[in-house]
């Protein structure tokens, strides 16, 4: 059991200051227990009660922000486990950090274009988290810019003829700042 200790004297002071200044609150009667409980079913009823006032409408839900995946395709989740774990190599990466978002479109159509010329099936884009994300780690944060503009991007032609899928990275790929990108098997 723990021992209290003693104020020390400017404690009890600084104590006594306080709770000289503090008024109780006044006791209010208790309601028996009967009465509060159970009503009279004799008692007349004379009067109806106030309706209740009606609950405001709950805000509309928000949309969830659809996964990667949902936005262009769901693909092969197999294929991407086993990028993920290392079982698959992928073929090129693409770093956009520091670009604007024009030179990084730039890129993207590049590095795609080549990467289905050569026969690769299998991309990584690091676009970045965003400013702020990894300083909030509960909240939601925003988002950066070229994250949210790779995925507009993906869905426009002639990005979207060439892409099967997209995907969020694993962690060790750069997690939510990257993508794997499959992409679609040359016919001939």
Same mark, same amino acid.
């Given at each position: ?5 003693? @104020? ?12 000289? =200044? ?18 009279? /079913?004799?008692?007349? =009823?004379?009067?109806? /009660? ?9 805000? /509309?839900?928000?949309?969830? &922000? ?5 936005? !262009?395709?769901?693909?092969? /989740? ?15 990466? !693409?770093? @956009? ?16 274009? &080549? ?7 299998? @991309? ?11 300083? &909030? ?16 991007? &993906? ?34």
């Amino acid at each position: 059991m723990r021992r209290s200790r003693r @104020l020390s004297p400017s404690e009890a002071a600084l104590w006594r200051a306080v709770s000289d =200044k503090v008024t109780p609150l006044e006791a209010r009667p208790a309601l028996p227990a009967q009465e509060a409980a159970v009503p009279d /079913p004799r008692a007349e =009823k004379t009067e109806r /009660p106030a309706p209740r006032p009606k609950p405001p409408n709950p805000p /509309p839900a928000l949309a969830p &922000v659809p996964a990667p995946a949902a936005r !262009l395709g769901a693909g092969d /989740p197999k294929e991407a486990r086993r990028v993920a774990r290392g079982r698959r190599e992928i073929d090129a990466s !693409l770093d @956009l950090h520091g670009l604007t978002q024009d030179q990084a479109y730039v890129r993207l159509l590049r590095f795609v274009e &080549v990467g289905a010329a050569t026969g690769a099936r299998t @991309l990584l884009v690091v676009t970045g988290k965003g400013r702020g994300e990894a300083r &909030v780690p509960f909240a939601e944060a925003p988002r950066g810019i070229l994250r949210e503009r790779f995925l507009d991007w &993906v869905e426009t032609e002639p990005l979207r003829s060439r892409i099967a899928s997209v995907r969020g990275a694993h962690q060790r790929h750069g997690g939510r700042g990257a993508f794997y990108v499959f992409l679609k098997r040359r016919k001939g």
